[in-house]
């Protein structure tokens, strides 16, 4: 039964668990586990029975449709405390952190001891591993014995494939600094146009709560966007690039 629907029906005096429950296509331990957590607000009481109004009707749906998107109950706690405190925005947001690393777009992070770091980057020197200390690309955890935490393993692959490709370690640091720099500007103009755009429009619509799931939606499908179209153009500038810069080389023939 849709939210609508259930609004029109609900009985004045509203409805007991068992009604609530019917009503939400869940069951009563389930409500009940959700008002412990503090995820659903506790009903009136009218002598020994609880009544259940809109509110908690509208509450389940939001719930329902976050668990159906794979959002945890943790983190959808949490979107419900960022929205009592009134919070930001990006606050609401945040926890699509913990989705994203469910679906393998966030990388997770890895460990390795300094021998480990020295197998990927053989010659790697302690001046080499300082300046990938300063770029954050490892992480000092701790230093008796040495043990780094690498935030983007995929960085890491990229560095080893570069060195076996002949690339020196510290030519594809430098490198690294120049894309990262190109990178942020470029996903900081992406976001300002996303900010005004969607989340700006959608905030002074004064959209309640329940229209959470529909903001997400939107974060989710606009967030593949700039990659595909980076990849696109990055795709066309290397392929000039490659043909301009091989056309001054010239072989020498013994």
Do not use: C
Request: glycine share 8%; net charge negative.
């Amino acid at each position: 039964m849709s939210t609508s629907a259930v609004r029109q029906e609900l009985p004045s005096e509203g409805l007991t668990i068992d009604q609530l429950g019917q009503a939400a296509g869940t069951t009563t331990r389930n409500i009940r586990a959700l008002q412990t957590r503090g995820l659903l607000p506790p009903p009136v009481m009218a002598g020994r029975v609880g009544h259940y109004g809109h509110e908690h009707v509208e509450r389940l749906g939001l719930i329902t449709r976050l668990q159906d998107r794979g959002y945890s109950l943790a983190a959808i706690a949490d979107v419900l405390q960022a929205w009592n405190e009134q919070r930001s925005v990006g606050d609401l947001l945040g926890f699509e952190r913990e989705r994203d690393l469910a679906e393998g777009t966030l990388e997770s992070e890895l460990e390795l001891g300094l021998e480990e770091l020295a197998a990927r980057f053989p010659g790697i020197d302690d001046a080499l591993v300082h300046r990938a200390i300063e770029l954050e690309l490892v992480i000092p955890v701790s230093w008796v014995p040495p043990r780094f935490r690498v935030p983007s393993p995929r960085l890491l692959e990229v560095g080893a494939a570069l060195l076996e490709l002949g690339v020196p370690l510290h030519a594809a640091l430098d490198q690294l600094v120049v894309l990262r720099e190109g990178t942020a500007q470029m996903a900081k103009t992406v976001v300002e146009m996303f900010a005004e755009h969607v989340i700006a429009p959608w905030a002074a619509a004064g959209h309640p709560l329940e229209a959470i799931p529909d903001l997400l939606d939107r974060v989710r499908r606009t967030k593949p966007l700039p990659i595909a179209a980076m990849t696109a153009l990055m795709r066309k500038a290397l392929a000039r690039e490659v043909s301009a810069a091989l056309s001054t080389i010239v072989p020498r023939h013994g």
